[in-house]
């Protein structure tokens, strides 16, 4: 079931939606900053506010890359697979972190700490190669650098 | 050097707020062009030759000619910021969005007010939390001075501003693409015509323009369209932000008059190479664009100029192809992108996209097979334009075609020694 700030916050986006439909990724979003993924049952929720079956909206949700479908780790690493991370040290850092953690793209650490996936250019390429940890970007990282980043999340 | 774009924006990119943006001249276009008629607006922006900074490079005053206008036209009409940058080797439209959220707002208000649209949106990509952040703040402090909302500055002109928060893809920054995503639908590209100056979001007529592009929307109007060509050092008018990232001392973004050539951009602004490290080729504007030699370094950064050398200006943002980089790695990372980006929407890409992947791959990892080069050949053609339904795998290709023309000699010996000959390095 919604929480009752999850559905304000979605009525909140419907009050000036065009369509209800078109409050879709809003409400994803929202339904994902509260439960940090959506499950089927949060789903069908959603759906049934915006008058959308639930494959209908899980259509819409997947076809996202962070929209997450399955339950993820208290935070969430980003890294950065595109061009210029890649020229920059991309593989070694990749190779790092992979190790340091034990876990591949796609994996959450056993203390659900940790999930690890690629994102595609994070548009800092001056400062490559670059990860995003939740919403906090960073780069250049360094092999002696990702000690500290990981530090500040528990 | 004039730098309209950046001027305002802070060594630590912390943004100015209202009050500061008013001191240093900000808002004052809208006024100015709340007291024209719109059409005299999109004149003015049509006679200064500003040309769409997304990458297409369509004249923006010409799109905006397409509008519907005066009575009969349907309502409501939408103006949209694409801030969706996530072409791979872009990073400039951030420093815009996060350095000073206030210009593009007072571009938005301008832009909404000359094709008479009452809803605008400014469409920004998953990752940009700080700038979503920052623009969410800039808008509210618009509202509580009256440069948003209900009768702007005590006129007839209303305009309602919201931010949508993308949830990550790139076929998002397509523009019709991103009017589905807007209506919260798969974000596949729509048929075109009709065009979306004529039936965009729900139908509506509707403006989508890059964020740079919109950012200069408050200086034209200011500063008038002769000023704007005169900052350019070309044909194409206006300043661009440009950019460097890969193997070179200084990566960065800067302000300049468009045209600067690819020379001035790598060995003064980025300060040459790095120590150790030489260099190969560029893909000037992203990663869609094609391969830049050395033979090109004197080439001037415009549309015209870039397209004779047989690429494109694209976003302006240039990545570097060092020597201690493999050349076919490189361009598999890029196709990896793209394949996995690809909406699905149309077979050529879906399918195409996936398999040039895997060829790339496997020559990389040594086990490329003779004719795999001319497969990736024939695909270059088969993905080119006219035969998928956007631009996202023509975009694609035209890296890989630059580089088996240019770097031939490496795949062969890729699939000769079997091996990738900058493995051992």
């Known amino acids: ?13 419907l009050a000036h939606a065009a369509t209800k439909a078109s409050a879709s990724v809003d409400a994803l979003n929202i339904v994902q900053r509260h439960q940090g993924w959506v499950s089927d049952e949060a789903m069908k929720d959603v759906a049934s506010m915006l008058d959308m079956t639930a494959d209908e909206l899980d259509a819409v949700a997947t076809f996202y890359s962070f929209i ?24 070694p850092l990749l190779d790092n972190i992979k190790n340091r953690l034990g876990i591949a793209f796609g994996e959450t650490t056993e203390d659900k700490r940790f999930t690890l996936l690629p994102i595609s250019c994070l548009g800092a390429c001056d400062r490559a190669p670059a990860i995003m940890v ?5 780069g250049p990282v360094t092999a002696e650098t990702m000690d500290g980043i990981l530090e500040k999340y528990k | 050097m004039e730098q309209p774009l950046t001027k305002n924006i802070r060594p630590d990119q912390e943004p100015l707020s209202v009050k500061d943006y008013e001191k240093a001249g900000g808002y004052q276009s809208v006024r100015k062009a ?15 030759n500003l040309r769409g900074r997304g990458g297409a490079g369509f004249s923006t005053g010409m799109k905006w000619s397409f509008v519907p206008m005066g009575t009969d036209a349907r309502r409501p009409k939408y103006f949209v910021v694409n801030a969706d940058e996530m072409e791979p080797g872009t990073f400039k439209d951030r420093l815009l969005l996060e350095g000073d959220p206030h210009q593009l707002i007072e571009g938005v208000i301008v832009s909404a007010y000359a094709i008479e649209a009452e809803q605008a949106f400014i469409f920004i990509r998953w990752a940009y939390k700080l700038a979503t952040k920052r623009l969410e703040q800039a808008i509210k402090e618009a509202y509580a001075n009256n440069y948003l909302g209900k009768n702007i500055l ?26 589905n995503a807007l209506e919260g ?3 596949t590209p729509r048929a075109k015509p009709p065009f979306p100056q004529v039936s965009g979001l729900f139908g509506k007529p509707t403006i989508v323009n890059n964020a740079e592009t919109v950012a200069n929307i408050p200086h034209i109007l200011n500063n008038g369209p002769d000023w704007f060509k005169d900052l350019s050092r070309s044909n194409d008018a206006g300043t661009k932000l440009y950019g460097v990232s890969g193997r070179v001392k200084k990566p960065a973004i800067w302000e300049l008059p468009m045209g600067v050539t690819v020379r001035e951009l790598i060995e003064e602004h980025a300060g040459g190479m790095q120590d150790g490290y030489a260099f190969r080729g560029v893909i000037p504007g992203g990663a869609s664009t094609d391969f830049l030699t050395p033979d090109h370094l004197d080439v001037k950064m415009d549309y015209d100029s870039v397209a004779k050398a047989g690429s494109r200006l694209g976003t302006g943002t240039m990545i570097v192809l060092d020597d201690k980089t493999c050349p076919i ?21 879906r399918d195409g996209l996936p398999w040039l992947e895997k060829i790339l791959r496997s020559i990389e990892e040594g086990a490329g097979q003779p004719g795999d080069i001319e497969i990736l050949e024939q695909h270059c053609k088969l993905l080119g334009p006219g035969n998928t339904f956007c631009a996202l795998a023509p975009g694609a290709v035209e890296p890989l075609q630059s580089a088996i023309k240019y770097f031939r000699e490496d795949f062969e010996r890729h699939i000769k020694e079997k091996r990738c000959p900058w493995k051992i390095l």
């Open chain 1, 134 to 138: 939740d919403e906090d970007l960073y």
């Open chain 1, 68 to 91: 997450f479908r399955r339950p993820v780790g208290r935070h969430v690493i980003l890294v950065c697979d595109s061009i210029s991370c890649y020229v920059m040290g991309y593989n």
């Open chain 2, 185 to 187: 639908k798969r974000a």
């Open chain 2, 329 to 349: 790695g490189f361009v598999h990372n890029l196709i990896k992108f793209f394949a996995r980006e690809s909406c699905g929407w149309c077979t050529p890409c």
């Open chain 2, 154 to 179: 005590g006129t007839t002109y209303s305009l309602d501003l919201r931010i949508h928060g993308s949830a990550g893809r790139y076929i998002c920054g397509e523009e019709t693409a991103l009017l």
């Open chain 1, 1 to 13: 079931m919604l929480s009752d700030k999850e559905l304000q916050d979605i009525n909140a986006e």
């Open chain 2, 34 to 48: 709340l007291a024209m008629p719109p059409q005299d607006v999109q004149n003015i922006v049509k006679a200064s």
